[in-house]
C-alpha cells in the first residue's frame, strides 16, 4: 500500500489478556517507530528501530512490552498481561532513513481498549 | 534528556482570526523541529520542519513557524485561520545527539468557529 497500514483498528480485550499490534511501513523506509497516546494526551515514544541497528528499546514501560521488526518490514508490537492503563491509541510510523534525514509517515493507529 | 513543552492545549477562534500556537524546548544542542497537525478522523501528518537556515519556515495551508534559539522556541502561526484547520497541532523535537527518536509535546486542539 502507499502508506503505513496497521491492524487491528481496534481492539478491546480483557485485563491479564496478551495483545499483538501491527504495523506495515512504507516499503523502503528503514525507520520504524512506535508510539502511545492516551486519551487528551501526546505521543509518548516506545520504540524505534534503524535498519540493522540494535532498536531503541528506552521508552518501552514495562517489560510487559515488547516489539519486534523483521528486516525492513513488518513490526509487531505486543503487550502481554495487559492492564487498563494500558488503554490508548498505539501508533505505527515510519521514515526514509532516520528521523534527523525527514519526516515520519503515521498510520491510522490502533486503538486498544483493556476492561 | 529532550522534552516539548505546549502550552495551550485548547484554543477556540473565529474564522479569519490570527493564530499562534506555542512550542518550546529544552535541549542545548542542535535540534530538528516539527509541526505536525491530525485532522478529525485523519492520521498525523507533518505541517511544516525546520533542519537548518532561514529559521522562518513556511509550510502546507498558509502555516509558518519561526525558530528562536535563544528563547527554545517553535511557535506555530497563521495569519487567518479557517474552520477546515479545526485540528490538533503537536510539536515535535529531535535532537542530534542521544535518542534518534522524535520527542512530542502534549498537543494543542485548536476550534474554529464559523
Known sequence: ?115 | AQSVSQHNHHVILSEAASLELGCNYSYGGTVNLFWYVQYPGQHLQLLLKYFSGDPLVKGIKGFEAEFIKSKFSFNLRKPSVQWSDTAEYFCAVNAHTGRRALTFGSGTRLQVQP
Do not use: M
Open chain 1, 1 to 115: 500500500g502507499a502508506g503505513v497500514s496497521q491492524s487491528p483498528s481496534n481492539k478491546v480485550t480483557e485485563k491479564g489478556k496478551d495483545v499483538e499490534l501491527r504495523c506495515d511501513p512504507i516499503s523502503g523506509h528503514t525507520a520504524l517507530y512506535w508510539y502511545r497516546q492516551r486519551l487528551g494526551q501526546g505521543l509518548e515514544f516506545l520504540i524505534y528501530f534503524q535498519g540493522n541497528s540494535a532498536p531503541d528499546k528506552s521508552g518501552l514501560p514495562s517489560d510487559r512490552f515488547s516489539a519486534e521488526r523483521t528486516g525492513e518490514s513488518v513490526s509487531t508490537l505486543t503487550i502481554q498481561r495487559t492492564q487498563q492503563e494500558d488503554s490508548a491509541v498505539y501508533l505505527c510510523a515510519s521514515s526514509l532513513g532516520g528521523v534527523g534525514t525527514g519526516e515520519l509517515f503515521f498510520g491510522e493507529g490502533s486503538r486498544l481498549t483493556v476492561l
